[in-house]
């Protein structure tokens, strides 16, 4: 089974920079999507960030301009740089990665992380 292990997240000062890592237990080659999610307390989770295979990105507009995705396929990894931060982004942050299945080349699976927790400070 496919794992993604997340690491960095912790408390900051508003204002501050936190660098979150997600790991993959195979070649992250082998998804055409990975991304960030969060999910603050009483709010449904959103997409942060994705990263898609052929290189391009998006961002919510909450936080364009503060965060970056990026990937570094040597080291199975994925990252988030997150600047500025606002008390706002505190929230727990999940990777994700999708995959088509080999049995139906229509449908994807997704993978999830156990999140790491962020917490911003005023």
């Known amino acids: 089974q496919v794992q993604l292990v997340e690491s960095g997240g912790g408390l900051v000062r508003a204002g501050g920079s936190l660098r979150l890592s997600c790991v993959a237990s195979?070649?992250?080659?082998?998804?055409?999507?990975m991304g960030w999610h969060r999910q603050a307390p009483g709010k449904q989770r959103e997409l942060v960030a994705s990263?898609?295979?052929?290189?391009?990105?998006n961002y919510a507009d909450s936080v364009k301009g503060r965060f970056t995705i990026s990937r570094d396929n040597a080291k199975n990894t994925v990252y988030l740089q997150m600047n500025s931060l606002k008390p706002e982004d505190t929230a727990v942050y999940y990777c994700?990665?999708?995959?088509?299945?080999?049995?139906?080349?229509?449908?994807?699976?997704?993978?999830w992380g156990q999140g790491t927790q962020v917490t911003v400070s005023s």
């Open positions: 990263i898609f295979s052929g290189g391009s990105t």
């Open positions: 195979g070649s992250i080659s082998s998804f055409y999507a």
């Open positions: 994700a990665a999708d995959r088509f299945t080999s049995l139906n080349p229509t449908r994807s699976t997704r993978y």
